[in-house]
């Protein structure tokens, strides 16, 4: 017999049928005569209760089966004489797969988030972690399925790469060198056509520059990978290690990349409504009870659209005192953004942000001074999302490069697509982690990545 998951027995109405269930034991209460041994296997937040007649089975077998164990039981499916759950299965047969008799490292109730992350090799068996992951899976197959609906191309963009698309120099570098003893050019540095490619290479930050080449044919394309980045920002929303989806649109200006990126960001959030019920009404109870509401508002609301000038009015004007000033031509600090959320009770976004506090690659508008970016503000995450209409005539994008001191050498062939058949593309990125810390409430970035990879932080 195949076991059923969990999930599809408990809403199983056959009654009186032989179904066999295997999972974890997550707790076993009980008399003498009968215990009652919740079982869970993943697929929901739900346990299935096993009701196990002490008297048929052997005491060293019962013996073992604590918190922590996996078992399977046969047996027969029962409307539950008890409250909590419409199903049970009378056990008829035990199997213990895995038994131990130290103590196990997750007790019932009561660890912290951070006791938690130390042991990330078992977090997945709580609740909250058990959680987090099907929201996070919900998520992931939701933005393909956003994407593949509506014409966008997967492309899968390289890891490691030759050039800094943020140009923010926070790359990890990737070699192959002896760093003991590397060979040394003729001038003293590190000699890279030494290196495993010949060139300097790095993990990269973004898969946008690539995403780019590909949008220049195939028209509508979204990557979705691992971008890693050597910040050494230490806050709960910042990863050296994190997911990004970048939709890349010909024929798309800036306001066009906004319906799009707003469009894209309440489908998620009513996907995650609609398909992960369960596991949000836990999170909404256990981490933020407000958490369904601020979901709604972001599924029931325009979002606020505003130049980063009216912005930075907005910030000045409000009395409020902030620990950074704002300031025009300074990048919005985390309390700004705090603010304007709260201000207009719904999502912002921002566009036309001073060209020196952009990437190199965003339009230029005709003032001069400003760029065609976007960010997307969220409440609590921040910006969720960062992205722009891109600068596609080849004089003005290279003036910008030379300015910004980007090799333009290196990037000949981004610079040969706004020679050969150009056209007025946009993007954007979106952080993932960003997303399900918005969507189940969680507060640090740390908890809502299986394996978290921060500053002095790569364990498992
Ligand atoms: O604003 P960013 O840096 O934009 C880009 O990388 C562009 N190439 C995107 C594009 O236009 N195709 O990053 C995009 C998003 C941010 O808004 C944020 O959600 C997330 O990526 N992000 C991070 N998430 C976790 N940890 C970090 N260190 C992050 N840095 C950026
Ligand atoms: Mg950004």
Redesign the pocket.
Known sequence: MINTSVKTLLSSTDYDSKVEVKGWVRSKRGSKEVAFIAINDGSTIHNMQAVVTIASFPEEVLKTINTGACIGVKGKLVKSQGAGQMVEIVAEEIEVYGAFDEAYPLQKKGHTLEFLREIAHLRPRTNTFGAVFRVRHAMTYAIHKYFNDRGFYNIHTPIITGSD??GAGQMFRVTTLDMKNPPMNPEGGIDYKEDFFGKETNLT??G?LEGELAAMALSKIYTFGPTF?A?NSNTP???AE?W?I?PEMAFHDINDNMDVAEDMLKYLVRYALEHCKDDLEFLNSMYDKELLKKLDIVVNNTFKRMSYTDAIEVLKSSGKKFEFLPDWGVDLQKEHENFLVEHFGKPVILTGYPKDIKAFYMKLNDDGKTVRAMDVLFPYVG??????QREEDHDKLLKRMREMHIPEKEMWWYLDTRKFGTAPHS?????L??LILFVTGMSN?RDVIAFPRTPKNAEF
């Open positions: 698309a943020e930050v973004s946008q980045r910040e929303r910042h990863a994190f990004m970048e910006e969720i999302i960062g992205g722009s993007g954007f990125g979106l952080g982690e960003r970035i």
